[in-house]
């Protein structure tokens, strides 16, 4: 799947506090590979998910190629609409 850098960035600020915890258990990673996988490219104890970094407009294009950490965050996303 491929999308902005700058879309995958915005939901991960949209995403409530604790949602990336929460995906990390889910999904039984380390947190530090959920924030690695929205851009934070810092974090030396996380691993990569399969996420390709192409030069280009708006961030440029991310090409995922394992969306379940995009498909949680989605949903709680989702949820969180749902309650509103």
Do not use: C
Not at 25 to 51: C, I, K, S
């Amino acid at each position: 799947m491929n999308i902005t850098f700058n879309e995958l960035r915005r939901i991960k600020d949209n995403l409530p506090d604790g949602s990336i915890h929460r995906i990390a258990r889910q999904l039984d990673l380390n947190v530090e590979t959920v924030w690695n996988y929205f851009g934070g490219y810092t974090h030396p104890n996380g691993r990569t998910m399969g996420v390709h970094l192409e030069p280009g407009p708006d961030g440029g294009v991310v090409a995922l190629d394992d969306t379940r950490i995009l498909d949680i965050a989605q949903e709680i996303l989702n949820e969180r609409i749902a309650h509103v």
